[in-house]
């Protein structure tokens, strides 16, 4: 078996391997000097080139890793607070390191494994790999897997011989779901505007009044734009019966100790945000519904605690629930 034919043998129902040279990307110097991304490296020369990373690297193998779930448990009705599919259960983060790991050790060669940590921009690693092209929504989609998957890589010194163009497939064509669905329109036929897109607003600092009406019940996260997108249908979706997973419960989140938030959220995808910006969302989730006496009790009791941080958006949270009464 050539390295190549062990790398791609690695690949399973759900998960893609591609293989891409590790020259500079060129071709999204000009975009990334245009915006200001959050969360990213800021040396836009380590963003392009591979080797300032990895001084040896010579090709890239990518993988992406399907993480779509649903919901097969009872309800019950205590106040909880939706979450995207990504930040459930064990941060991908680590699940699909330990894959290219396994995959660096199968296939004997050197490089250095990155999953989001990596100052290189992601998606193009996967376009580069030819696994697959951006979707309206900004997301990138592949054939098998749809959109609802995270990307990771390895820089290796090895030459491989890069994975073949597939098909070159239209997937948007005119459907416009994504654009249609997105509350707070971030998705438009001429790109996607991190700015306003809810995802981002549930991990950003501070968030003005509008905002904390955009974000509605999320916790952290959003795939509304996924979630209408024909090509994530079909996917394989992980059974969660556990409600606790899926939707958190808000009364826990906020009177937790650190070290309990350590124990439930930090081995999660959305535990690096930190627990106070967590509770923030809580508490505006319990004012973005429908007059509840048990939400505003949560609140009254929370504001005991006398919070800095959270004190404003608790104070416009008990607002917001009395002046509603009605929602
Ligand atoms: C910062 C960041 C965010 C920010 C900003 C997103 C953004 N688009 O920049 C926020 C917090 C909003 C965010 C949200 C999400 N993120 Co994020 N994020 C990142 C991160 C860390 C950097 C992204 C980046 O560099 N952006 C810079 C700009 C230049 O990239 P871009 O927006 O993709 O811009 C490109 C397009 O304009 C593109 N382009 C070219 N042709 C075309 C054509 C069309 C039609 C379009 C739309 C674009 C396009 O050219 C640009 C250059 O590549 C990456 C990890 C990484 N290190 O790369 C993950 C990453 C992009 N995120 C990921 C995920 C899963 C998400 C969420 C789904 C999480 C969630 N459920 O809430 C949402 C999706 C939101 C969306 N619709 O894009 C995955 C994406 C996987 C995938 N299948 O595409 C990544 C790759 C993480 C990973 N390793 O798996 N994210």
């Excluded at 649903?70 to 607070?81: H, K, S, T, W």
Aim: net charge positive; proline share 3%.
């Amino acid at each position: 078996m050539t390295i190549e034919e062990k790398i791609y043998s690695f690949e399973n129902e759900n998960t893609v391997i591609g293989i891409g040279d590790a020259s500079p990307f060129y071709e999204i110097e000009e975009i990334l000097k245009s915006i200001d991304t959050p969360f990213v490296e800021k040396d836009i020369k380590k963003r392009i080139d591979p080797r300032l990373t990895y001084e040896n690297a010579n090709s890239i193998i990518a993988m992406g890793l399907s993480y779509d779930k649903i919901f097969v448990g009872q309800n019950d009705n205590r106040l909880r607070a939706s979450l995207s599919v990504g930040a459930m259960g064990l941060d991908y983060h680590i699940i699909l390191r330990q894959k290219l790991e396994e995959l660096k050790a199968y296939a004997k060669i050197e490089g250095l494994v990155f999953v989001d940590t990596g100052p290189l921009v992601d998606r193009e690693v996967f376009k580069r790999c030819n696994l697959g092209k951006f979707a309206k929504s900004g997301n990138m989609i592949n054939k098998k897997l749809g959109t609802i998957f995270f990307i990771g890589y390895i820089l290796t010194n090895e030459r491989l011989e890069p994975t073949k163009k597939q098909e070159d497939i239209d997937y948007c064509k005119d459907c416009n779901m994504c654009i249609k669905a997105c509350p707070s329109g971030c998705i438009r036929e001429d790109g996607y505007d991190y700015k306003n897109c809810i995802s981002y607003l549930t991990q950003k600092k501070e968030l003005d009044e509008k905002e904390r009406y955009m974000i509605k019940r999320q916790l952290y996260g959003c795939d509304i734009c996924q979630k209408v997108c024909p090509y994530n249908k079909k996917v394989l979706k992980e059974e969660i019966s556990d409600i606790d997973i899926f939707y958190p419960d808000i009364e826990t989140l906020l009177f937790m100790s650190n070290k309990e938030f350590e124990k439930t959220y930090k081995k999660t995808a959305s535990g690096w945000r930190g627990k106070k910006v967590l509770q923030r969302n809580a508490i505006i989730s319990l004012a973005n519904r429908p007059y509840s006496k048990e939400a505003l009790d949560l609140i009254n009791k929370k504001e005991k605690e006398n919070n800095e941080y959270l004190s404003q958006y608790i104070a416009w949270a008990k607002k917001r629930i009395q002046q509603n009464g009605i929602f």
